[in-house]
C-alpha cells in the first residue's frame, strides 16, 4: 500500500487566545501544494512494527515508535482489532522541522495506508476524527486542495480557489520547534488580551478569483515576530524574497522555511536560482497549489 501525500502552506495563519488544553485558537487558510512524501505499509505477519526512512533529511526523521506515522498505524489497529504487525517505509520530499507539516503528512497518509491494508472503511468522518487525535494539521492532509481551518485547526470547511498558484520554497538551515514558537508568541504577547481570530475575506477573496497578486498581498502569519526572534536571518530571507519580485511572502506555518508566491513558473525559477545564490538556505523547492489530499497510488493484493 503507498500513499502520497502533499505539504501544506498557511495562506492565513492567526493566532488566538491560549486555551486551557494548551493549543492556540486558530484561523487558518490551508493550501496543500505539490511537493510530497510516500509512505509504504507492508504487512508482516508476526514481526513487529517497524519503520524505516529515505530521501531528504532522512537522518533527521524519528524512526522509534514514537513516530506519528507508526502512531496512526497503531490507532488504525487499535479500531480493527489487529496487532500492528507492519514495515513502515517512508520515502522524504518534505523537509523535516520546516513549517510545511511533514511530520503531520506522513501520519496522515500511514491511516489511509492502514484503512485500505486491513479493509478497515473507516471512512472520511472515522479517519478525521482519528487524525484530528494525531495532530491539529493532520486532517488537513487527508483532506487537501484548499480550506480554512477553525478550533486548533482541525475543524475544516473547504474553500474556493480558481487555477493554480506558483511557489517558491526557500528552506532555512535547521528546524524549529513548533511548541518553542507558539510558546515565544506568548512570551512576546505577555499579559495583552488576545481577541479571537477572524478568518481573513481578503485571502478568500483573492484565491476565489485566483488572482495572485491579491493574494500576495494578502498573506499574513501571526506565528512570523515569533519565528524571527528566534531566527533574525529570517527575515532578511523574507525581505529578499520579496525585493526580488515575489508576489508576496510569508512562513510556512511555525517555519523556518519561507514561501514566496509568484506569477508563473519562469518567475519561480529566478527567484529559486537568486534565492540559492544568497546562501541563506539549505535547499530552495518550487511547487504549485492547491493539490489533493492523501490518495493511494499503488495497492497490491487489496481485497
Ligand atoms: O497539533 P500539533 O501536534 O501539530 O501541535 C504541536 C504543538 O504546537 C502543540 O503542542 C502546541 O504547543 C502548538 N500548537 C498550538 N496551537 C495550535 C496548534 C499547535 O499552540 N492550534
Not at 485558537?25 to 512494527?49: F, H, M, N, S, W
Not at 524571527?228 to 519580485?245: H, I, K, N, S, V
Request: glycine residues 12%; charged residues 15%; contains cysteine.
Amino acid at each position: 500500500m503507498t500513499v502520497r501525500v502533499p505539504g501544506k502552506i498557511n495562506l492565513q495563519l492567526s493566532v488566538g487566545p491560549l486555551r486551557k488544553d494548551g493549543f492556540h485558537e486558530l484561523a487558518t487558510i490551508y493550501q496543500a501544494v505539490d511537493l510530497c512524501d510516500d509512505v509504504r505499509l507492508t504487512a508482516t505477519p508476526g514481526v513487529p512494527l517497524s519503520i524505516t526512512v529515505t530521501g531528504a533529511d532522512a537522518d533527521q526523521v524519528p524512526t522509534s515508535t514514537d513516530n506519528l506515522a507508526a502512531r496512526a498505524v497503531r490507532s488504525v489497529a487499535a479500531l480493527v482489532g489487529v496487532e500492528p504487525e507492519v514495515a513502515i517505509g517512508i520515502t522524504k520530499v518534505l523537509p523535516v522541522a520546516a513549517g510545511m507539516a511533514g511530520g503531520s503528512a506522513d501520519a496522515a497518509a500511514a491511516l489511509m495506508a492502514a484503512d485500505v491494508l486491513w479493509d478497515a472503511r473507516l471512512g472520511r468522518v472515522e479517519l478525521s476524527r482519528l487524525a484530528a487525535e494525531l495532530g491539529s494539521d493532520v486532517p488537513f492532509l487527508l483532506h487537501g486542495g484548499t480550506a480554512v481551518g477553525t478550533g486548533r485547526g482541525e475543524v475544516l470547511t473547504p474553500a474556493l480557489s480558481r487555477g493554480s498558484f506558483n511557489w517558491v520554497f526557500a528552506v532555512a538551515a535547521g528546524g524549529l520547534s513548533t511548541p518553542a514558537v507558539y510558546g515565544e508568541l506568548d512570551r512576546l504577547r505577555g499579559s495583552d488580551s488576545v481577541a479571537n481570530p477572524e478568518v481573513s475575506v481578503a485571502v478568500l477573496t483573492a484565491l476565489a478569483a485566483g488572482d495572485a497578486a491579491a493574494l500576495g498581498a494578502a498573506l499574513v502569519n501571526e506565528l512570523m515576530p515569533a519565528a524571527f526572534a528566534l531566527r533574525p536571518q529570517l527575515r532578511q530571507l523574507l525581505d529578499f524574497g520579496t525585493e526580488a519580485g515575489a508576489l508576496g511572502a510569508t512562513v510556512c506555518g511555525s517555519g523556518p522555511t519561507c514561501a514566496f508566491l509568484v506569477s508563473d513558473e519562469g518567475a519561480g525559477l529566478d527567484l529559486a536560482v537568486a534565492l540559492t545564490a544568497t546562501g541563506l538556505c539549505r535547499t530552495v523547492r518550487r511547487a504549485a497549489g492547491p493539490v489533493v489530499g492523501a490518495a493511494l497510488v499503488e495497492a497490491v493484493g487489496v481485497r
